[in-house]
């Protein structure tokens, strides 16, 4: 049976690379994959370095001032370390991790990337339920003044916006047209009640 030692290079480092994006939530790096696989067998131990020093190399080139993203072995280790300690888009050291990826560690500034849209906004504006907005979007949640709030991903909620209402500027208008229906409605009501009142004083 063939096992990922037999696998010719090309392709063990195609299959390396989509394990390779370190999670901001893991607990420890033991649990990345490459941790794993690295002590797996002495190929598969060759193929992890040889990957990790070509992602280090990689990183050096696109950010050469980055001092952490020396080569420098063992490779895997200073590979998870380093992709686990800073931004994943501009290299900054960083603690924070993308409002909506919660699991990518991102800076504030590259967070902008994503426009994101808060779990209020998403059900006020687009009339649509809690439950299917998390089922059907990518979010995550991030602390805004001690409370733990919800950022979804502005693309699928407006995808999922259209999927619901069809036409969004259609919907809008329709929906602006019922509200100023209910509000002439409703002035009608109360103007009525105030001339009573006003009659009823002046009799
Ligand atoms: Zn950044």
């Known amino acids: 049976m063939p096992t990922l030692d037999d696998l ?47 992602l280090l190399t990689k990183l050096s080139l696109a950010f050469p001032s980055s001092p952490r993203a020396r080569l420098k072995a063992p490779y895997t280790r200073t590979y998870l370390r380093h992709a686990h300690m800073r931004c994943r888009f501009c290299d900054r050291r960083t603690r924070c991790v993308a409002r909506v ?38 979010w995550g949640t991030y602390m805004v003044h001690s409370v733990r ?9 407006m ?3 259209r999927e619901r209402h069809g036409d969004l500027d259609a919907w809008i208008e329709k929906r602006t047209d019922k509200w100023k229906e209910r509000y002439r409605v409703r002035k009608e009501a109360r103007d009525k009640r105030q001339r009573l009142r006003d009659r009823d004083a002046a009799a």
């Open 101 to 138: 990826f919660n699991d990518v560690r991102c800076c504030r500034r590259c967070d902008t990337r994503w426009e994101g849209v808060t779990m209020t906004d998403a059900r006020a504006e687009w009339r649509l339920g809690r439950d299917e907005l998390l089922a059907r979007c990518r």
């Open 159 to 161: 995808a999922l916006a």
């Open 149 to 157: 709030a919800t950022m979804l991903l502005e693309e699928d909620v």
């Open 8 to 54: 010719p290079r090309e392709v063990l480092y195609e299959i390396l690379s989509h394990l390779s994006p370190v999670s901001a939530s893991v607990p420890s790096l033991c649990r990345h994959a490459f941790s794993a696989l690295f002590l797996s067998s002495r190929s598969l131990h060759s193929a992890v370095e040889s990957y990790s020093l070509h």
